[in-house]
T-cell receptor, first 109, second 110 residues
Framework: QKEVEQNSGPLSVPEGAIASLNCTYS??????FFWYRQYSGKSPELIMF????GDKEDGRFTAQLNKASQYVSLLIRDSQPSDSATYLC?????????FGAGTRLTVKP | SQTIHQWPATLVQPVGSPLSLECTVE??????LYWYRQAAGRGLQLLFY??????ISSEVPQNLSASRPQDRQFILSSKKLLLSDSGFYLC?????????FGEGSWLTVV
Protein backbone atom coordinates (compact mmCIF):
# COMPACT_ATOMS: atom_id res chain seq x y z
CA GLN A 1 0.00 0.00 0.00
CA LYS A 2 1.45 3.34 -1.03
CA GLU A 3 0.66 5.65 1.87
CA VAL A 4 1.27 9.30 2.48
CA GLU A 5 0.59 10.33 6.04
CA GLN A 6 -0.03 13.79 7.43
CA ASN A 7 -1.05 15.12 10.80
CA SER A 8 -4.63 16.22 10.20
CA GLY A 9 -4.30 19.10 12.65
CA PRO A 10 -5.78 21.58 13.00
CA LEU A 11 -2.58 23.57 13.31
CA SER A 12 -3.00 27.11 14.59
CA VAL A 13 -0.26 29.73 14.51
CA PRO A 14 -0.28 33.50 15.10
CA GLU A 15 0.23 35.87 12.24
CA GLY A 16 3.92 36.37 11.50
CA ALA A 17 4.98 33.03 12.99
CA ILE A 18 6.49 30.04 11.20
CA ALA A 19 4.08 27.24 10.36
CA SER A 20 5.60 23.77 10.08
CA LEU A 21 3.75 21.04 8.19
CA ASN A 22 4.98 17.46 8.11
CA CYS A 23 4.45 14.42 5.95
CA THR A 24 5.79 10.85 5.79
CA TYR A 25 5.55 8.39 2.93
CA SER A 26 5.90 4.65 2.59
CA UNK A 27 6.72 4.23 -1.12
CA UNK A 28 10.50 4.36 -1.47
CA UNK A 29 10.04 4.48 -5.23
CA UNK A 30 8.51 7.94 -5.02
CA UNK A 31 10.59 10.27 -7.11
CA UNK A 32 9.26 13.68 -6.23
CA PHE A 33 7.07 15.31 -3.63
CA PHE A 34 4.59 18.10 -3.75
CA TRP A 35 2.78 20.51 -1.51
CA TYR A 36 -0.64 21.75 -2.53
CA ARG A 37 -2.81 24.33 -0.82
CA GLN A 38 -6.57 23.86 -0.84
CA TYR A 39 -9.01 26.52 0.24
CA SER A 40 -12.39 25.35 1.41
CA GLY A 41 -14.57 24.33 -1.51
CA LYS A 42 -11.82 24.85 -4.07
CA SER A 43 -9.47 22.59 -5.98
CA PRO A 44 -5.87 22.14 -4.81
CA GLU A 45 -3.25 24.51 -6.15
CA LEU A 46 0.42 23.68 -6.37
CA ILE A 47 2.73 25.52 -3.99
CA MET A 48 6.00 23.78 -4.73
CA PHE A 49 7.70 20.48 -5.40
CA UNK A 50 10.96 18.91 -4.33
CA UNK A 51 12.85 15.85 -5.58
CA UNK A 52 16.31 16.15 -4.07
CA UNK A 53 17.32 15.68 -0.47
CA GLY A 54 17.68 18.94 1.41
CA ASP A 55 15.86 22.24 1.35
CA LYS A 56 14.19 24.16 -1.44
CA GLU A 57 13.08 27.72 -0.88
CA ASP A 58 10.49 29.72 -2.79
CA GLY A 59 9.58 33.05 -1.24
CA ARG A 60 8.07 32.43 2.19
CA PHE A 61 7.91 28.69 1.60
CA THR A 62 10.63 26.11 2.23
CA ALA A 63 10.21 22.44 1.41
CA GLN A 64 12.48 19.89 3.04
CA LEU A 65 13.03 16.31 1.90
CA ASN A 66 14.79 13.48 3.70
CA LYS A 67 14.56 10.32 1.61
CA ALA A 68 16.36 8.17 4.18
CA SER A 69 13.71 9.02 6.76
CA GLN A 70 10.92 9.17 4.13
CA TYR A 71 9.96 12.56 5.44
CA VAL A 72 8.83 15.76 3.75
CA SER A 73 8.02 19.06 5.37
CA LEU A 74 6.84 22.54 4.44
CA LEU A 75 7.75 25.65 6.38
CA ILE A 76 5.78 28.83 5.91
CA ARG A 77 7.57 31.91 7.21
CA ASP A 78 5.80 35.11 8.22
CA SER A 79 2.45 33.32 8.15
CA GLN A 80 -0.50 35.39 6.99
CA PRO A 81 -4.23 34.91 7.58
CA SER A 82 -4.50 34.25 3.82
CA ASP A 83 -2.34 31.15 4.35
CA SER A 84 -5.22 29.57 6.29
CA ALA A 85 -6.13 26.50 4.25
CA THR A 86 -5.63 22.76 4.09
CA TYR A 87 -2.17 21.71 2.91
CA LEU A 88 -1.84 18.47 0.99
CA CYS A 89 1.37 16.51 0.69
CA UNK A 90 1.79 14.19 -2.29
CA UNK A 91 4.34 11.71 -3.57
CA UNK A 92 4.81 10.90 -7.25
CA UNK A 93 6.05 7.60 -8.68
CA UNK A 94 5.74 6.60 -12.32
CA UNK A 95 2.45 8.30 -13.28
CA UNK A 96 1.01 7.67 -9.83
CA UNK A 97 0.41 10.66 -7.51
CA UNK A 98 -0.65 9.79 -3.96
CA PHE A 99 -1.97 12.35 -1.51
CA GLY A 100 -2.08 12.61 2.22
CA ALA A 101 -5.33 13.56 3.93
CA GLY A 102 -4.10 17.10 4.46
CA THR A 103 -3.31 19.35 7.42
CA ARG A 104 -5.68 22.18 8.25
CA LEU A 105 -3.75 25.39 9.03
CA THR A 106 -5.28 28.43 10.69
CA VAL A 107 -3.28 31.66 10.95
CA LYS A 108 -4.76 33.96 13.57
CA PRO A 109 -4.45 37.74 13.15
CA SER B 1 -2.26 26.71 -22.04
CA GLN B 2 -2.61 23.79 -19.66
CA THR B 3 -6.23 24.59 -18.88
CA ILE B 4 -8.48 21.85 -17.56
CA HIS B 5 -12.23 22.13 -18.08
CA GLN B 6 -14.66 20.17 -15.96
CA TRP B 7 -18.41 20.05 -16.09
CA PRO B 8 -20.88 20.15 -14.64
CA ALA B 9 -19.54 22.17 -11.72
CA THR B 10 -22.25 20.96 -9.37
CA LEU B 11 -25.00 18.40 -9.57
CA VAL B 12 -27.51 16.69 -7.32
CA GLN B 13 -28.49 13.19 -8.36
CA PRO B 14 -30.84 10.61 -6.83
CA VAL B 15 -29.57 7.24 -5.69
CA GLY B 16 -29.58 4.76 -8.54
CA SER B 17 -29.33 7.36 -11.28
CA PRO B 18 -26.49 7.42 -13.83
CA LEU B 19 -23.58 9.83 -13.80
CA SER B 20 -21.36 11.39 -16.39
CA LEU B 21 -18.63 13.88 -15.53
CA GLU B 22 -16.57 15.27 -18.35
CA CYS B 23 -13.07 16.65 -18.42
CA THR B 24 -11.25 18.19 -21.34
CA VAL B 25 -7.75 19.61 -21.34
CA GLU B 26 -5.84 22.03 -23.50
CA UNK B 27 -2.15 22.07 -24.26
CA UNK B 28 0.28 19.30 -25.12
CA UNK B 29 -0.98 16.12 -26.69
CA UNK B 30 -1.16 12.72 -24.99
CA UNK B 31 -1.25 14.02 -21.42
CA UNK B 32 -1.58 11.71 -18.45
CA LEU B 33 -5.03 12.31 -16.99
CA TYR B 34 -6.46 11.50 -13.57
CA TRP B 35 -9.75 11.35 -11.71
CA TYR B 36 -9.63 11.94 -7.96
CA ARG B 37 -12.44 12.05 -5.43
CA GLN B 38 -12.45 13.96 -2.18
CA ALA B 39 -15.20 13.05 0.28
CA ALA B 40 -16.21 15.63 2.85
CA GLY B 41 -13.32 16.27 5.24
CA ARG B 42 -11.22 13.59 3.61
CA GLY B 43 -8.09 13.43 1.49
CA LEU B 44 -7.82 12.90 -2.25
CA GLN B 45 -8.50 9.38 -3.43
CA LEU B 46 -7.11 8.36 -6.80
CA LEU B 47 -9.88 6.69 -8.81
CA PHE B 48 -8.51 6.32 -12.34
CA TYR B 49 -5.61 7.41 -14.43
CA UNK B 50 -4.98 7.25 -18.14
CA UNK B 51 -1.76 7.45 -20.13
CA UNK B 52 -3.48 7.50 -23.51
CA UNK B 53 -6.64 6.96 -25.56
CA UNK B 54 -8.49 3.88 -24.37
CA UNK B 55 -5.94 3.20 -21.62
CA ILE B 56 -7.48 3.30 -18.17
CA SER B 57 -6.01 2.13 -14.88
CA SER B 58 -8.43 1.68 -12.01
CA GLU B 59 -7.30 2.13 -8.45
CA VAL B 60 -10.49 1.40 -6.57
CA PRO B 61 -13.01 -1.33 -7.52
CA GLN B 62 -16.44 0.27 -7.24
CA ASN B 63 -19.44 1.28 -9.30
CA LEU B 64 -17.55 3.98 -11.17
CA SER B 65 -15.87 3.69 -14.55
CA ALA B 66 -13.75 5.94 -16.72
CA SER B 67 -13.21 6.30 -20.43
CA ARG B 68 -10.86 8.24 -22.65
CA PRO B 69 -12.44 8.46 -26.08
CA GLN B 70 -10.16 11.25 -27.29
CA ASP B 71 -6.65 12.38 -26.46
CA ARG B 72 -7.78 15.35 -24.39
CA GLN B 73 -11.08 14.01 -23.05
CA PHE B 74 -11.57 11.98 -19.90
CA ILE B 75 -15.01 10.90 -18.69
CA LEU B 76 -16.10 9.52 -15.34
CA SER B 77 -19.32 7.51 -15.32
CA SER B 78 -21.60 5.43 -13.21
CA LYS B 79 -24.65 3.36 -14.13
CA LYS B 80 -26.18 3.56 -10.65
CA LEU B 81 -25.07 6.06 -8.04
CA LEU B 82 -24.75 5.26 -4.36
CA LEU B 83 -25.00 7.69 -1.46
CA SER B 84 -21.32 7.07 -0.80
CA ASP B 85 -20.46 8.45 -4.24
CA SER B 86 -21.09 11.98 -2.99
CA GLY B 87 -18.00 14.13 -3.02
CA PHE B 88 -15.78 16.54 -4.88
CA TYR B 89 -14.48 15.05 -8.13
CA LEU B 90 -11.30 16.43 -9.56
CA CYS B 91 -9.85 15.89 -12.98
CA UNK B 92 -6.11 16.42 -13.20
CA UNK B 93 -3.39 16.33 -15.79
CA UNK B 94 0.30 15.68 -15.47
CA UNK B 95 2.74 18.22 -16.83
CA UNK B 96 6.27 16.94 -16.43
CA UNK B 97 6.24 15.32 -13.01
CA UNK B 98 3.65 17.74 -11.65
CA UNK B 99 -0.10 17.38 -11.48
CA UNK B 100 -2.50 20.26 -12.01
CA PHE B 101 -6.19 20.16 -11.14
CA GLY B 102 -9.35 21.37 -12.77
CA GLU B 103 -11.94 23.34 -10.82
CA GLY B 104 -13.76 20.21 -9.74
CA SER B 105 -17.31 18.89 -9.82
CA TRP B 106 -19.41 18.73 -6.67
CA LEU B 107 -21.69 15.69 -6.63
CA THR B 108 -24.41 15.20 -4.04
CA VAL B 109 -26.29 11.92 -4.18
CA VAL B 110 -29.65 12.12 -2.43
Amino acid sequence: QKEVEQNSGPLSVPEGAIASLNCTYSDRGSQSFFWYRQYSGKSPELIMFIYSNGDKEDGRFTAQLNKASQYVSLLIRDSQPSDSATYLCAGYNNNDMRFGAGTRLTVKP
Amino acid sequence: SQTIHQWPATLVQPVGSPLSLECTVEGTSNPNLYWYRQAAGRGLQLLFYSVGIGQISSEVPQNLSASRPQDRQFILSSKKLLLSDSGFYLCARASGNTIYFGEGSWLTVV
